[in-house]
């Protein structure tokens, strides 16, 4: 399975800019894919994901109210649209992908820089 993001780069405070991610490659039926992040100097968090198996999704609380997912399952892809940025939002954004709930396939990550 490979993953792609794309989106990100740098943004004013309160704007809304929407990560993509692309998956291919055998995509297992009992799935989840997700976003995480790591902000300098912090561990890599959860922000938000979905579970095929149960029809579930979770975003951090951090998040919630602030940012939506929005997954293609045709085309195998998860879009985190993100809105009313905050500097503590700053961090590198990585799709994740898996089997169940373990996460085991990773993108690059893309860059998010709130100023």
């Known amino acids: 399975v490979q993953l792609v993001e794309s989106g990100g780069g740098s943004v004013q405070a309160g704007g809304s800019p929407r990560l993509s991610c692309a998956a291919s490659?055998?995509?297992?039926?009992?799935?989840?894919m997700g976003w995480f992040r790591q902000a300098p100097g912090k561990e890599r968090e959860g922000v938000a994901a979905v579970y095929t198996f149960d029809g579930s999704s979770y975003f951090a609380d951090s998040v919630k109210g602030r940012f939506t997912l929005s997954r293609d399952i045709v085309k195998n892809t998860l879009s985190l649209q993100m809105s009313s940025l905050k500097a503590e939002d700053t961090a590198v954004y990585y799709c994740a992908a898996g089997v169940a709930t373990n996460f085991g396939y990773w993108g690059q990550g893309t860059q998010v820089t709130v100023s």
């Open positions: 490659g055998y995509i297992y039926s009992n799935n989840c």
